[in-house]
């Protein structure tokens, strides 16, 4: 009993809806903060008895920048607005964090007291590499790693004291299996630019072999189905494969990876050894085909295509909007405070919809690329993940206030121009709304370009 109350603390927490059924210092409701519980500014602050709608702005639409800043830490501050604030349309309930949807389930349950186990079965990741369904080569570069035996830097000094042990990648370090593909600043960046947008420096491995460990059996904390797991051993494999490609090439060629180039490839790379292990419909096939494109909407129509790019200090949602000509109506850019993809993503397409309404529009089809969230808006009793369940109730209310609208799914290749903007805005910072005239090249060129596909 003491081991699941443990638990049920550890993992149930409140969702923010209106705010008016949960108190600030006595209740869990800031999912990433520790034990969900934002920390005071003062001591002062926990004599005030408040609930968390007295820190909504007027409107119920956001948080008050200067009530938080006057009763939490900065750290509280930040974490506290990650969370959308969707008081509309939303009543406060109570969600376990360890389930994708949000829903206490025995399963999940158990997952998570496995997980506090884990070192009980480590023994077992090299058996575990070997049944996945990777490459044979794939699975015998992560042995390799899984029984340090790679020949890193430092491995190799155990035979040569002369040598030099320092990374080739980033210089900061020596060169360990566990530096090359997590603590490298050069991992990192292609760890958080995955589909996953995964923080791997905040992950604690000891040894090399749980690093492999949590390649080839994903935690439970990712929220991942079958299928979606074996996309991510598959990805994550073929990262790590790369890492070493890059190294190998500062060592034997010289050739220091360019920033902008890196991780060129790596989704292509995915989709090919994806699509030779799985020769069913997982992956829509519409990813794999050559003449995906942006089309058109229907006549006297406009499609307002959404995508995000997430940064490490927040994120950037960006709406390209276009008539049934294709021209370019109107495109946006905006920053959002939190760091999780699908969050930015749903984001996004709020943000679209907010501006169709107050700009009058109508014969809308709004877009994105986000399966997850444009599932949810078609389907009501489809079960979205509990980080944007109250977001996409209000996108969903927010359309039906539209006159005549849609929404519809597009592979990345179809999103390209938004994905771009998204991209350009968080790396230019420049926000705002923008025009043919203000707008950047490289997604003018990408607009003209999409402009010659009819519906």
Not at 121 to 129: A, E, S
Not at 211 to 233: A, E, G
Not at 367 to 379: M, V, Y
Request: glycine share 4%; proline share 4%.
């Amino acid at each position: 009993m003491e081991k699941a109350k443990e638990i049920l603390i550890k993992c149930a927490c409140w969702s923010v809806g209106d705010g008016k059924s949960i108190l600030v210092w006595e209740d869990p409701w800031v999912p990433e903060c520790p034990n969900f519980r934002p920390r005071p500014l003062s001591e002062e602050s926990r004599n005030m008895s408040l609930a968390v709608n007295f820190f909504f702005n007027q409107e119920g639409t956001n948080w008050d920048n200067v009530k938080l800043q006057e009763t939490f830490d900065q750290d509280s501050v930040k974490k506290i607005k990650a969370i959308s604030v969707c008081s509309k349309y939303n009543q406060d309930c109570w969600i376990w964090t360890k389930s994708c949807h949000g829903n206490h389930t025995v399963k999940s349950v158990y997952w998570t007291f496995k997980s506090e186990n884990q070192l009980l079965d480590r023994g077992n990741t090299k058996g575990n590499v070997w049944n996945s369904k990777l490459h044979e080569r794939l699975k015998m570069h992560l042995w390799r790693i899984a029984v340090d035996i790679l020949p890193t830097r430092i491995q190799l000094a155990r035979f040569a004291s002369n040598l030099d042990i320092v990374c080739p990648l980033c210089e900061l370090a020596p060169e360990s299996s566990l530096h090359l593909f997590q603590q490298c600043p050069v991992s990192q960046a292609l760890w958080f630019g995955s589909p996953w947008g995964l923080k791997i420096a905040n992950l604690q491995f000891s040894s090399p072999s749980q690093l492999v460990d949590f390649v080839v059996r994903p935690p439970h904390d990712l929220f991942l189905d079958k299928s979606q797991q074996d996309q991510f051993t598959l990805y994550a494999a073929l990262l790590i494969d790369y890492v070493w490609s890059l190294r190998n090439k500062v060592v034997h060629g010289g050739d220091k990876p360019n920033r902008d180039d890196l991780g060129r490839g790596l989704w292509n790379r995915f989709f090919e050894h994806w699509s030779m292990l799985s020769k069913s419909d997982k992956i829509p096939s519409s990813y794999l085909k050559e003449d995906i494109h942006w089309m058109r909407p229907v006549r006297n129509g406009i499609k307002l295509n959404c995508d995000a790019a997430v940064g490490v200090n927040g994120s950037v949602v960006a709406g390209i909007a276009r008539d049934w000509r294709g021209s370019l109506v109107f495109a946006f850019v905006f920053k959002v405070n939190t760091n999780l993809p699908i969050q930015a993503e749903a984001e996004a397409l709020r943000m679209a919809a907010s501006i169709v309404i107050e700009h009058n529009l109508h014969s809308v089809c709004l877009e994105s690329d986000c399966k997850s969230c444009i599932d949810g808006l078609l389907d009501s009793n489809i079960a979205v993940p509990w980080q944007i369940v109250n977001l996409v109730k209000e996108i969903r209310a927010l359309v039906q206030c539209i006159f005549v609208a849609s929404v519809n799914w597009a592979p990345r290749r179809a999103n390209m121009a938004a994905h771009t903007l998204a991209r350009w805005s968080l790396e230019s910072r420049l926000y705002g709304f923008f025009y043919a005239f203000s707008i950047s090249p490289s997604v003018m060129s990408i607009i003209l370009k999409e402009g010659i596909f009819y519906y």
